[in-house]
Nanobody, 116 residues
Framework: QVQLVESGGGLVQAGGSLRLSCAASGRTFSSYMMGWFRQAPGKERVFVAVISQSGGITNYADSVKGRFTISRDNAKNTVYLQMNGLKPEDTALYIC?????????WGQGTQVTVSS
């Protein structure tokens, strides 16, 4: 069983930055790939980024590539999402998950709102 708790969301102006955190329970965190997803109001949940167990391999959605950076600290059981150059279209609930999603371990999400 893995529990995930996100934090770090908030209201920011376009062009600004935020750093999201996702703290995981359990001693098996380092054995899982981890991912970030987002869901805007009235839209489906979409993939944002994924990171390998060691952190050496990452992948991003085209919409965030070059602006967002996923990282992890296995000693702290935490995965991060550094978001720079935020745009109004980045406004969404950001949710972390164990990957692949077939594990069905999801956090509750943290809201990010970007004003123009």
């Amino acid at each position: 069983q893995v529990q995930l708790v996100e934090s770090g969301g908030g209201l920011v102006q376009a062009g600004g930055s935020l750093r999201l955190s996702c703290a995981a329970s359990g001693r098996t965190f380092s054995s899982y790939m981890m991912g970030w997803f987002r869901q805007a109001p009235g839209k489906e949940r979409v993939f944002v980024a994924v990171i390998s167990q060691s952190g050496g391999i990452t992948n991003y959605a085209d919409s965030v590539k070059g602006r967002f950076t996923i990282s992890r600290d296995n000693a702290k059981n935490t995965v991060y999402l550094q978001m720079n150059g935020l745009k109004p279209e980045d406004t969404a609930l950001y949710i972390c998950a164990v990957m692949p999603t077939s594990y069905n371990y999801w956090g509750q999400g943290t809201q990010v709102t970007v004003s123009s």
